[in-house]
Each structure stands twice: as C-alpha cells, then as structure tokens.
C-alpha cells in the first residue's frame, strides 16, 4: 500500500515556475514507477511526465517537453515536477501516481493516486 501528498500547487503569472512535490509513504518506494497527470475542468485527466523507479529515464507529454522535469528522491520517498514557463493552458488539478513495473502514459494502469494539487495560471 503507497499513499501519496501531492503539495506545492498554487497561483502563478504566465511565464513562471512552480515545483510541485509528491510524498510518498509505504514500503518499496523504488519499486513503483511514478507518473504525473493532470485534469482541467471539463477535460479528461491527461499523462504529464513519468520516470523510472531508478530515476534514470523520464517521460513526457508533448505540450510539456522542453518546460517541465520530472525528478525522484528515493531516500527522501519524494518525487517532483518542476514546471517553468507555465502557460494558461497548464490551468488543472495534478494528480501523482503511482504503478509497479515500467512507466506508463495511460492512467488505468496506475495503482495509487494522490488527492490532487490545484495550479493555475493567470494570463
């Protein structure tokens, strides 16, 4: 069983920065590839970025690449998002989640999702 803490959501200008976290508690940490997605009101939740359980290979939706990473601390059971030049369209609830085995872009094959931090960019 993981349980995840999403923090560091908030409000931001168009052009800026945010590093939103996702604290892990549970056993096994480095077992479970971890993913970011995100969910705009009206939308179906979408896959961000994922990373490896070792930290080594990172993955990312293409309205991303280029501005956000995707990082892991294994000793600190915390993984990250640093967005920059955030957009208007970056607007959503983040979730982070969770799946053993490789990563995934695919929502349903995650095991544990945490509750959700809200960003929103103003323009």
């Known amino acids: 069983q993981v349980q995840l803490v999403e923090s560091g959501g908030g409000l931001v200008q168009a052009g800026g920065s945010l590093r939103l976290s996702c604290a892990a508690s549970?056993?096994?940490?480095?077992?479970?590839?971890m993913g970011w997605f995100r969910q705009a009101p009206g939308n179906e939740r979408e896959f961000v970025a994922a990373i490896s359980w070792s930290g080594d290979s990172a993955y990312y939706a293409d309205s991303v690449k280029g501005r956000f990473t995707i990082s892991r601390d294994n000793a600190k059971n915390t993984v990250y998002l640093q967005m920059n030049s955030l957009k208007p369209e970056d607007t959503a609830v983040y979730y982070c989640?969770?799946?053993?085995?490789?990563?995934?872009?695919?929502?349903?094959?995650?095991?544990?999702w945490g509750q959700g931090t809200q960003v929103t960019v103003s323009s």
């Open positions: 989640a969770a799946k053993t085995l490789r990563w995934s872009s695919y929502d349903y094959e995650y095991e544990y």
């Open positions: 549970g056993r096994f940490f480095t077992k479970y590839a």
